[in-house]
């Protein structure tokens, strides 16, 4: 009896250690929504208006076994108003929940009241995403009410493509 608990022990453990130990794919699809805070400093100018912002969020992919589900996000970027139209762009910083960071850039205009969309691509990553590239679409909906004066809050819905280099 001792000895097939052992084995049964011993057979438990190495099950569950080849499950986490999975190797992290190669390629992949993106299909994540960012929650976000941000303070912003704007800056008029007459009828037009600078702004730059840092906001932190929390990433939800919607597959669980996406490497991106449940990371970090940081986006520190810029819009400008510029003769009633809205531009922005800015970079992104993914801490996934293995240490590793994934890198972005963006650019995206409005298209509708507290809406946008434009495009990101990778530009680099750490730790086991180092080498990835990939890009696709991005749609951000700010909320109409902040909870705190100079502030925007709200989503971003990513979508696209990533692979890693054949070295990784």
Do not use: C
Not at 31 to 39: D, K, L, M
Not at 104 to 115: C, D, I, R
């Amino acid at each position: 009896m001792k000895r097939f608990m052992l084995v049964f022990i011993i057979l438990i453990v190495a099950m569950t250690g080849f499950a986490f130990a999975g190797e992290t794919p190669k390629e992949g699809t993106i299909s994540i929504t960012t929650s976000y805070n941000s303070p912003y400093t704007a800056m008029p100018m007459g009828k037009d208006l600078q702004l730059i912002f840092d906001a932190l969020g929390v990433a939800v992919s919607d597959s669980e076994g996406s490497p991106f589900h449940h990371s970090s996000v940081r986006i520190l970027g810029s819009g400008l108003v510029l003769k009633g139209a809205y531009t922005e762009e800015g970079s992104v910083v993914w801490t996934l929940t293995d240490g590793s960071q994934v890198f972005s850039t963006y650019k995206a205009k409005a298209v509708g009241p507290g809406k946008l969309e434009g495009s990101w691509t990778f530009i680099g990553g750490t730790g086991k995403f180092a080498g990835i590239t990939g890009g696709g679409k991005v749609v951000r909906v700010n909320v109409p009410k902040p909870a705190m004066k100079n502030t925007a809050q709200g989503y971003v819905k990513t979508t696209g493509n990533w692979k890693l280099s054949p070295s990784k």
